[in-house]
């Protein structure tokens, strides 16, 4: 009954900047922690950000520096402030969140928004 909603995808200039949103809905309680997986064709799906409920960020080492998240409670959406764009960064991203939804706690995933980056 949760769903997420990913937008912000889209094709950009290396050394661009694209902001990705992830919207949820339905029947949360509380969201535990919120994060954006990335998947290349022929790739194995890699996690490149997560905003734990603790409170602490972890970064995939090629996005660094580079891509940020963060999380506006209020609307139960998480952001990937994503810059200085290479094309290595071209991937479908999915964003996936811990929900507690008042009867059991699982995760979920978005259907995933398309970033390429090419000039």
């Known amino acids: 009954q949760v769903q997420l909603e990913e937008s912000g995808g889209g094709l950009v200039q290396p050394g661009g900047s694209l902001r990705l949103s992830c919207a949820a809905s339905?029947?949360?309680?509380?969201?535990?922690?919120m994060g954006w997986y990335r998947q290349a064709p022929g790739k194995e799906r890699e996690l490149v950000a997560q905003?734990?409920?603790?409170?602490?960020?972890t970064y995939a080492d090629s996005v660094k520096g580079r891509f940020t998240i963060s999380r506006d409670y209020a609307k139960n959406t998480a952001y990937l402030q994503m810059n200085s764009l290479k094309p290595e960064d071209t991937a479908v991203y999915s964003c996936n969140a811990d929900v507690t939804d008042g009867l059991s706690r699982r995760g979920y995933w978005g259907q995933g928004t398309q970033v390429t980056v090419s000039s």
């Open positions: 905003h734990l409920h603790s409170g602490v960020l």
């Open positions: 339905g029947p949360i309680f509380r969201i535990n922690a």
